[in-house]
């Protein structure tokens, strides 16, 4: 089978043949008995009880089919990507001319505990941006346009919760790849499961208890992480809600503090961790290393001297979470391609990579929205061509198309954005509404062939690309797992194969 374009393939049981997904070779049968077998090796790797909303259901047995050149571009676009957002982090409060904190501003508390970090790196305290970025998870869709066929533009970065999507690339790859032995073509997996686990696992020390902070998010992924730590380490992280947060002065700490939560549940002494019952019967357990999976209203609701030590030990680094996770991080960095490429931070071709793959992001209170408001003014179709997204949210809440508004309502959105009065929970970025490219689908046997856009993502630890996520697709204009949508792993060709040939 020959294709250089992104496109679903089916390996046939028995003869082993792969075939691109259309309706001459549509069997409900076969693909009905398909989607169990591959629903039973997922649940073989993780228990039904830790799939949220039986998201395993969700899974689609039959892959998609990348070529080099496109792992190459997402290679690309990651290294470029990374390069940019590591400078500007790192150059946030020391580059008075950037005005960083004036393009992008912070709530007055996030401000503080971001500048204390970086006085926490100047003594040594916490290390550079650069050895501590944490977990990304970019989203893009596939687009055509007139400089590339298949044009990966990255929408938003995914860096709040350090474990979504990674869980379910690992598991779901591992189950596909089970299929692989049998194809008549040499098919490779295009991630390997093990390369994601380990970009979890690295990120903690395994000698030391784990501590997850997690209170209003139900949770996804982290509940499968939870179970693969205690089925490779032997002991299980801990999850800790905020209430049970302790803080108590400790003069031999480098910090002044020893950080501990309650213990609600009289287990087994944990190895390498500091314990004691107080006067009053509370057991408080002292806490090294720990995992967020918090809102940013949940983490401004601590208090800051109890923010300062969870940033000491938390390993999905704060500047990631206030600053790469928020959607305006996407049009600084492509309001900073020349600089970046005039300082040597990027190459002239990354820079094209950064330009192709990041989608226009208008800021609020930038000279391009004001600009966008007044060309909408006189040509109010204009908004068919855009979108809103608030600054801070997942899963595709709150997103408003501008097709979807009338041409007043339009404007009267953007006139707020020109001149915003601070930060709040719902103010937006603006975005070039993207067209994507639709592919012949099957996502289940029982809804037939689709016709339907891909949506990708790729998982990032510590800098590290691991490699492609899970595809998702649905009819929706908004495609979320959690909404209804399918997630999908990916093939290669081996590239071996196609040199002998």
């Known amino acids: 089978m020959q294709t250089d374009q992104l496109t ?58 990348v070529g080099e050149h496109h792992q190459q571009q997402l290679k690309d676009l990651h290294e470029a990507l990374t390069a940019a957002i590591t400078d500007v982090v790192q150059r946030w409060w020391s580059d008075r001319d950037a005005r960083f904190p004036e393009r992008m501003p912070l709530e007055a508390k996030e401000e503080e505990l971001l500048q204390w970090i970086e006085d926490q790196v100047i003594i040594g305290n916490l290390p550079q941006f650069s050895q501590c970025r944490g977990s990304w998870r970019p989203d893009f869709l596939v687009e055509d346009n007139n400089e590339r066929e298949e044009n990966y ?43 994601i686990l380990e970009g979890l696992f690295d990120f903690f020390d395994p000698d030391y208890p784990l501590h997850l902070l997690k209170d209003a998010e139900k949770g996804i992924d982290i509940h499968m992480f939870i179970d693969a730590v205690k089925h490779r380490f032997g002991v299980k992280p801990r999850l800790v809600a905020p209430a049970d947060l302790r803080l108590f002065p400790d003069a031999r700490s480098k910090s002044g ?42 983490l401004l609701s601590l208090e800051p001297g109890m923010l300062h030590q969870i940033s000491l030990r938390c390993f999905n680094d704060m500047r990631t979470i206030l600053l790469v996770h928020d959607k305006r991080m996407l049009g600084i960095v492509r309001q900073e391609i020349p ?24 800021l609020p209170g930038s000279q391009e929205l004001k600009n966008l408001l007044q060309v909408s003014l006189t040509s109010p179709d204009l908004r068919h061509g855009y979108i809103l997204k608030p600054i801070r949210s997942g899963k595709g809440n709150g ?103």
């Open 153 to 195: 533009c990255i929408t938003e970065i995914n860096a709040r919760f350090s474990f979504n999507g990674f869980m379910h690339e690992a598991y779901g790859q591992a189950a596909t790849n089970d299929s692989l032995g049998s194809a008549e073509t040499v098919l490779i997996p295009a991630t390997d499961p093990d390369t």
């Open 8 to 65: 679903q393939i089916h390996i046939g049981d028995g003869d082993g043949e792969v075939r691109s997904i259309s309706q001459q070779n549509f069997d409900v049968a076969a693909f009905s008995s398909e989607e169990a077998r591959f629903q039973e090796k997922l649940l073989k790797l993780c228990p039904a009880s830790l799939w949220h909303k039986a998201s395993y259901t969700a899974g689609c047995p039959r892959p998609v089919l």
């Open 339 to 362: 600089k970046l490429v005039e300082r040597g931070v990027v190459t002239a071709i990354q820079a094209e990579a950064l330009r192709l793959g990041i989608v226009e992001t208008l």
């Open 257 to 298: 503090f020893r950080l501990c939560c309650v213990v609600h549940d009289r287990d087994g002494q944990v190895p390498n961790t500091w314990r004691f019952v107080a006067p009053h019967g509370e057991i408080y357990e002292e806490i090294h290393q720990v995992g967020l999976e918090l809102h940013q209203r949940e």
């Open 399 to 501: 997103i408003i198309f501008g097709d979807d508004v009338t041409a007043p309502e339009w404007t009267s959105l953007l006139r707020a954005l020109t001149s915003p009065d601070g930060i709040s929970a719902d103010m937006c970025v603006v975005q070039r509404l993207i067209t994507p490219r639709k592919y012949d689908l099957v996502l289940g046997a029982s809804n037939g062939m689709v016709r339907y856009p891909l949506v990708g993502t790729y998982h990032v630890s510590n800098g590290k690309l691991l490699g492609l996520g899970t595809w998702r697709a649905s009819g929706g204009r908004i495609v979320a797992v959690s909404s209804g949508g399918s997630w999908i792993c990916s093939v290669m060709k081996d590239g071996r194969e196609a040199l002998e040939k």
